[in-house]
């Protein structure tokens, strides 16, 4: 039955706590560092707050099952949950593909630790994963990319990676689970920043993996307990809580971001726009084929630097921020953080503001 679920339905469900009578409907945090230890030393339980927690359980349970996983681990960032994997993969002899278009601090990751390790790494974009697959061990894609939203072919790159032999890590952070399910079009695993749409309120850090791979994950959950990447209960708690309502949160960010695109499209101030939910997005068509919703982020070109700042400056919506898929809709321009983009690029992350609203705000801004 749950397939055929709503997204809202999906998020509540799998957020809930168990139905057990004279329990809290609404699961408490549960913020230990130690717990009573049994004199039978091979009873097993939790024993120590770095090695697991209630909360924990809980929240990887509910990520699981919306990213269609055996299992999930929880992270304190999501760059805590790629690092920690690529730590795992990215072994010294290997050769690792990276986005070049993508999310820029997993370039730097792979560049500055990985590299200097033994592992040859390729920065290679969305357009070109396919064939740079063909000779690598490890393939890190994201899609959509963040910030240019291309699109990578999930199934066409999964295909070929297990010709290859190769192990396929998705982001699937800005399409969120309830978007798109990397891991039924075949990649082995899927990391994500908690932090953005399914957390949802900008107040707080979390990222996770999520895979079928039961020997893949055993070894990721040794590094996370060596390292010590771990997310805190009460940050646990809190995106547990947000679970339930990211549903209904994320129909509204999709249909601002469409509405937003339309209106962006067509208005003589832009140079251009990307979001993957236009007909004539040249990735609409890769899209349609493993996307359920096209997400809240959309991607446009003003004059430059000064006009994405006077956008946000005569805006009464927008927030000058850098993260995404919160409450607000929020506007960055990439290029201050080094993506190579224009001047004038900026990423808007549309939120949850009722729709004509939003278009009038930055119709009015853009005038």
């Not at 999310?103 to 033994?118: D, I, M, N, S």
């Not at 956008?311 to 953080?337: K, N, P, Q, Y």
């Amino acid at each position: 039955m749950d397939g055929q679920y709503g997204d809202s339905t999906r998020s509540v469900k799998a957020a809930a706590s168990e139905h057990i009578p004279g329990q809290p409907v609404s699961s408490p945090p549960v913020p230990a560092s130690a717990y009573h230890l049994s004199a039978d030393e091979s009873e097993p339980g939790d024993t120590y707050g770095r090695s697991s927690n209630p909360t924990w359980r809980q929240l990887e349970s509910a990520l699981a099952d919306l990213e269609g996983a055996t299992s999930a681990l929880t992270f304190g960032s999501g760059m805590a949950a790629i690092t920690s994997v690529l730590r795992v993969l990215a072994t010294p002899g290997t050769t690792l593909v990276v986005p070049a278009d993508g999310y820029y601090q997993v370039r730097l990751f792979a560049a500055e630790y990985l590299a200097p390790r033994g592992v040859t790494v390729h920065e290679v974009r969305a357009a070109d994963m396919c064939a740079a697959a063909e000779t690598a061990d490890v393939v890190m894609a994201e899609t959509p990319v963040n910030p240019t939203l291309d699109v990578v072919d999930l199934h066409a790159l999964a295909l070929t990676c297990r010709a290859r032999g190769a192990t396929l890590v998705v982001d699937n952070t800005a399409p969120t689970p309830l978007g798109q399910q990397p891991l039924s079009l075949g990649a082995d695993l899927v990391v994500a920043s908690a932090t953005k749409a399914l957390s949802g309120h900008s107040d707080l850090l979390a990222g996770y993996v999520a895979s079928s791979h039961a020997d893949v994950m055993a070894a990721v959950a040794r590094e996370r307990l060596l390292s010590g990447a771990i997310l805190g209960p009460f940050e646990a708690w809190l995106a547990l809580r947000s679970l339930g309502s990211a549903g209904l949160r994320f129909e509204r960010q999709c249909h601002n971001a469409m509405a937003t695109a339309l209106m962006l499209r067509d208005h003589p101030a832009v140079r251009s726009v990307r979001y993957p939910g236009l007909p004539d997005d040249p990735a609409h068509a890769v899209a349609c084929r493993q996307m359920r919703r096209f997400g809240g982020l959309v991607s446009f070109e003003l004059a430059d630097a000064a006009a994405v700042h006077r956008l946000v400056e005569r805006s009464d919506l927008l927030v000058a921020a850098t993260s995404f898929g919160g409450l607000h809709s929020c506007l960055d321009r990439r290029a201050r953080w080094g993506d190579p983009v224009p001047d004038g690029f900026a990423r808007l992350s549309l939120g949850i503001e009722d729709t004509d609203d939003v278009i009038a705000d930055l119709t009015a801004a853009l005038a």
